[in-house]
């Protein structure tokens, strides 16, 4: 490096300008070769990065699963029209959600400070109504594996697309019922299943049905039970790269599972229009922190940490199924024939 540098000097003695970018004192700074040449620059990857996420923008897949009616339906619409895509929404206030019968993805493309980001809710069927459990996980899973099959087969290709669309579950919202007993053993199942394909954040569903203390304590108890059962919920403490980081999600392990309420009809409180759910009693306000945690779980996913979640689905659940993937198949990269596509459902 410093010989580069010193080749360098050959044909650039002037010390070169700081760009306009603010600089930090980096290593670089103090380092012998800036000794000789002044700033080199290092520190404008962080600028030039900005510059290519802006241009490309970037998606972002989030999935809404548990049993039925506990309001997962409700919450996807509450996501879009809350603070994360308030202008971009327009929905007919009337219109009733009905049970959802289908995996569906909603999507749409967010821009804010010239950044795009697609953000996509793939809503699941609730569960839980038939007598025999037993598969309801499979479904969810098979989707899951199948969006990582349709990354994997677009990386093989010769000839591969500049940016492969990601559609991959970045993290799976699991809905706990607020009984303020205890987790039913399909929900320790379903967790425990599908936490190692996907990054699994908890939620209790409805939580406006609890008093301040049935919450901190049912809290309190899902907790416990998680970590009895050995279920890794995200953030997961194994992935936990340093101490800052360790500090800073372990504050947030200790507020999970959020407790949150979802709604997407607005009313008027204090001369503001805000999302709720009206009751004899007053607004349940769905974005104020005194009434729900819906506000922290939306921060949490896109403020501080929706790029790790998309660093940990394609590190870690991405490269443990396709880890699998090619060594079923002897080694060799999955073939995109008809004829071995059979063959491929049956190994997902
Ligand atoms: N009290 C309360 N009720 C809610 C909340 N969210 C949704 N609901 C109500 O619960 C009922 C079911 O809501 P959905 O969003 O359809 O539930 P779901 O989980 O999608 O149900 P499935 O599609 O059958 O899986 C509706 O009447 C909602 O208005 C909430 O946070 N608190
Ligand atoms: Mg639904």
Request: proline share 5%.
């Amino acid at each position: 490096f410093q010989m580069g540098l010193a080749a360098m000097s050959e044909v650039v003695p002037e010390p070169r300008q700081k760009p306009t970018v603010p600089a930090k004192p980096t290593c670089a700074n103090i380092s012998m070769g800036s000794q000789l040449l002044g700033y080199v620059g290092i520190d404008t990857i962080i600028e030039q990065m900005r510059k290519k996420t802006m241009k490309t923008g970037f998606d972002f897949n989030i999935m809404v699963v548990g049993q039925s009616g506990l309001g997962k339906s409700t919450l996807v619409n509450t996501l879009f029209k809350s603070q994360v895509s308030r202008k971009s929404s327009s929905w007919n206030r009337e219109e009733k959600i009905p049970k959802t019968v289908e995996i569906k993805a909603v999507n749409h493309v967010i821009e804010e400070g010239g950044v795009k980001m697609k953000l996509t809710v793939i809503d699941t069927p609730g569960f839980g109504d038939q007598i025999n459990n037993e598969n309801c996980c499979d479904p969810i899973e098979k989707y899951i594996n199948e969006q990582y099959e349709k990354f994997l087969k677009e990386e093989v290709n010769i000839a591969r697309k500049k940016r492969i669309p990601d559609t991959r579950v970045h993290c799976c919202m699991y809905f706990i019922s607020p009984t303020g007993h205890s987790l039913r053993p399909l929900d320790v199942e379903f967790m425990r299943h599908l936490s190692k394909v996907v990054n699994i954040i908890p939620v209790i569903a409805k939580s406006d049905t609890m008093t301040v203390e049935e919450k901190h304590d049912f809290k309190q108890r899902v907790r416990k039970e998680l970590e009895f059962n050995g279920i890794e919920f995200y953030p997961q403490k194994e992935f936990d790269e340093d101490m800052e980081d360790k500090a800073e999600n372990d504050k947030i392990r200790e507020m999970m599972p959020f407790a949150v309420v979802g709604s997407d009809k607005e009313y008027q409180v204090n001369g503001k229009r805000v999302l709720g759910r009206k009751t004899p009693w007053g607004v349940v306000e769905v974005e104020n922190l005194n009434h729900c945690e819906f506000g922290l779980l939306r921060d949490f996913l896109i403020r501080s940490h929706l790029q790790d979640l998309k660093e940990v689905t394609h590190n870690i659940h991405y490269e443990t199924y396709r880890a699998k993937r090619l060594n079923d198949n002897g080694g060799l990269p999955p073939v995109n024939n008809p004829d071995s596509e059979e063959q491929h459902e049956s190994n997902l």
